[in-house]
Nanobody, 123 residues
Framework: QVQLVESGGGLVQAGGSLRLSCAAS????????MGWFRQAPGKERDIVAA????????FYADSVKGRFTISRDNNKNTLYLQMNNLKPEDTAVYYC????????????????WGQGTQVTVSS
């Protein structure tokens, strides 16, 4: 239904910054909430941040609040995650996802997923 492609992951030292991007196609982008999730080996997938279709409402996990910023450019059908002051515990595969609702922060509401991009933060 929708194709999502993440990019921007890589290696960074603690305290550094990365910006992840997610390009969407195949569905009316501005109507639907988008989210960033992450999963480390042997761990459950967990929400990082979410944003409403218009960009007017956002949610952040406590572990990243104040360090990460989610945004979207509906003219470019692209979702972003700006990650500052990265910590080793941020190391994970990061996934973007699209909900069938205008806004959601609930894992079960996100229907379409990208392939993931690896973020590794060294000490």
């Amino acid at each position: 239904q929708v194709q999502l492609v993440e990019s921007g992951g890589g290696l960074v030292q603690a305290g550094g910054s990365l910006r992840l991007s997610c390009a969407a196609s195949g569905r009316t982008f501005s109507l639907y909430a988008m989210g960033w999730f992450r999963q480390a080996p042997g761990k459950e997938r967990d929400i990082v941040a979410a944003i409403s279709g218009s960009g007017g409402t956002t949610f952040y996990a406590d572990s990243v609040k104040g360090r990460f910023t989610i945004s979207r450019d509906n003219n470019k059908n692209t979702l972003y995650l700006q990650m500052n002051n990265l910590k080793p515990e941020d190391t994970a595969v990061y996934y973007c996802a699209q909900s069938g609702r205008f806004y959601s922060r609930n894992l079960d509401d996100f229907e379409s997923w990208g392939q993931g991009t690896q973020v590794t933060v060294s000490s």
